[in-house]
């Protein structure tokens, strides 16, 4: 169930009555007698204060702290802005802080959005909730056509895309920000957190990003009896799985097995759970399929945030759910997060290369050499000087003829999504709007650095996408959570100077260095690495039935002007080589499906 917070203004009966309905019971009232927090999930809660402020902790993660403990942090602090520290060592995994002083209120959640605030006005009162679906209902409100385009493409891997709710009216923190609230005044966003300066060395981080990969996983694991783990014999997973047992915790683990018999994930994946002694489950990587063609997955009641990058993940939940069912767990742990902190992202080689790092001009020239780099496109891509503005301008005037140029846009701040042929001028200028916006925004980029920026634009990929797991879970079932995702863990990443960082032998240096003493360093030097790219050509032949049944009389993606289904129906005929355009193809399935639903619950 959802949390929903009130100013601390009188509101009609009516209103609070179906709050309360669509949210649960209330929690906490002004001194005035009006209500403050509506929501009755269930989740722990822990309050303290003094004469000045009152702080509410809610969510599970709230177990490991006592009333004593937050009331000996708030101390004798006057005002809620004073509260970074506090909120900064406490809001983590699923918690949510709120604090208020007389008529101001301060409303904040986890640092990387795995349980994320938004706000809308209803009935001219603003609403803070932790669910963008509650605020559509309450305020009834119809999608947005822009941001719905925007999720036909792979805009959402960057931020300006990435932090837009697919409701109209619905607004949204982005990572480091609490809505700071006053009476009946819009909420504004406020930042707290700030990226560290990325210039340390892997020596120098290694115990710290050990300590905070512990800490995370104690927090996350307090209450819960039994939890699982992907194991899928990539180094996150395994990782992972070794500081849990590191911790004395035993996961049930789970693994995908693909049906490329070159793929020898399986080989490393069960040589980790005999080492480790779990529970081990493997499963046909396709298992997945069945429960991506379900007439509910990718529905609102299982996606109430709209389509998306998390569709193929919003699948995989109910799949975890029918495995781990026999094991009782609570918790389930993944390793989103980790190859953007630990490993390459595609602008490390433009920050190496104007970086101040020793040898840093043969050490790109090597780069460029091993990775098969067109000679002409690095040196397009290393002149590049453009600005994170520059790049959102860039967009908001491009037609989307043609995709970028492969290496030569690898150090671009904002990418040009990749627009599917089958989506309309409509769409394309819907996405134009949308990087105009950007452009008028508050946001900026994350950091100064081009590669700090891009990893947390990942980040919120991957933030967003574990909240909608646990979106699409069954309620009081499994909750999904990845430790990479705490703010102790991204901090440490972040501040890995891109010389150590471009030494990828061990493969993720700074994680090779921080690995629990029983985990072997030859995990991070294989040479093989998994490949599913059969298992993305399987799904778009199981869900092709599916799409042309959707597209065979028009469709409501259509409707709306964004897409061509006379286009959609015949590139899905058309051979690639490539599994990316089959994954577009299936997006866009996702999404139909998707606003089908919206409008058969109206």
């Not at 002004?30 to 269930?42: E, K, R, T």
């Not at 094991?327 to 993944?334: I, K, S, W």
């Not at 433009?350 to 020239?365: A, I, Q, V």
């Not at 590139?571 to 990316?580: D, I, K, M, N, P």
């Amino acid at each position: 169930m959802p949390v929903v917070v009130l100013p601390d203004i009188p509101l009609r009966p009516a209103l609070v009555n179906e709050i309360v309905e669509h949210a649960g019971e209330i929690l906490f009232r002004h001194p005035s007698g009006f209500p403050w927090i509506i929501g009755g999930d269930g989740r722990g809660i822990v309050r303290a204060g003094n004469r000045d402020i009152d702080v509410i902790l809610l969510g599970n993660s709230g177990t490991a702290f006592t009333e004593s403990d937050l009331a000996r942090l708030v101390g004798d602090r006057k005002t809620v802005r004073e509260l970074d520290s506090v909120a900064e060592r406490l809001v983590e995994g699923d918690l949510l802080l709120f604090a208020r002083e007389n008529t101001r209120m301060r409303s904040q959640g986890p640092l990387l959005l795995t349980r994320a605030l938004c706000w809308a006005m209803v009935d001219g009162v603003p609403l803070i909730s932790d669910d963008q679906h509650t605020l559509r209902t309450l305020a009834r409100l119809r999608p947005d056509p822009a941001v719905l385009a925007s999720r036909l493409t792979d805009a959402e891997i960057t931020h300006a895309y990435g932090l837009r709710s697919v409701w109209e009216g619905v607004h949204v923190t982005g990572p480091g920000e609490w809505l700071d609230s006053w009476n009946d005044r819009a909420p504004a966003r406020t930042v707290w957190w700030r990226p560290p300066h990325p210039g340390r060395s892997v020596d120098d981080l290694a115990e710290e990003l050990r300590g905070a990969v512990t800490e995370a996983l104690r927090l996350r694991t307090a209450g819960h009896q039994e939890i699982s783990a992907d194991l899928s014999g990539g180094l996150d997973s395994t990782t992972l799985c070794f500081f849990l047992a590191d911790l004395g915790l035993k996961p049930h683990t789970l693994f995908l097995a693909s049906a490329n018999v070159a793929n020898n994930d399986h080989r490393w994946a069960g040589r980790a759970a005999a080492e480790l002694g779990v529970d081990h489950h493997s499963v046909p990587y396709g298992s997945v399929i069945p429960h991506l063609l379900d007439e509910r997955t990718g529905t609102v009641a299982t996606a109430p945030e709209g389509p998306g990058i998390a569709n193929a993940a919003l699948a995989s939940v109910s799949m975890i759910e029918e495995v781990m069912k026999e094991t009782g767990t609570t918790l389930h742990l993944n390793g989103h997060a980790g190859d953007a902190l630990f490993g390459s992202v595609s602008t490390m080689l433009w920050s190496l290369f104007h970086s101040r790092e020793k040898g840093r001009y043969r050490r790109t020239w090597r780069f460029r050499v091993l990775n098969r780099h067109p000679l002409g496109q690095t040196v397009r891509m290393l002149a590049e000087r453009g600005s994170y503005l520059d790049d959102l301008r860039r967009i908001a005037r491009h037609d989307f003829g043609v995709r970028d140029e492969g290496v030569a846009a690898y150090s671009r701040w904002v990418p040009l999504p990749k627009v599917h042929p089958a989506l309309t001028e409509t769409a394309r200028e819907h996405l134009r709007r949308l990087a105009a916006d950007a452009v008028l925004g508050e946001r900026g980029a994350f950091s100064e650095d081009r590669t700090v920026n891009q990893i947390l634009d990942y980040l919120v990929v991957h933030g967003n996408v574990v909240r909608r797991m646990n979106q699409a879970a069954t309620p009081g079932g499994i909750t999904f959570d990845s430790p990479y995702l705490d703010r102790r863990v991204v901090e440490a990443a972040l501040a890995l100077g891109v010389g150590a960082r471009s030494h990828q032998y061990p493969a993720k240096p700074l994680l090779a260095a921080a690995r629990p003493p029983a985990m072997a360093l030859d995990y991070f030097t294989r040479p093989d690495k998994g490949d599913y790219t059969a298992e993305v050509f399987a799904q778009h032949q199981a869900v092709k039935p599916v799409l042309r049944r959707l597209f065979a009389d028009g469709s409501a993606l259509e409707d709306l002007g964004l897409v061509s289904a006379e286009r959609v129906l015949r590139l899905a005929e058309r051979y690639t080589t490539s599994g990316t355009a089959y994954t577009d193809l299936d997006n866009i399935v996702i999404a139909e499906r998707w606003l089908r639903s919206v409008g058969q619950g109206e």
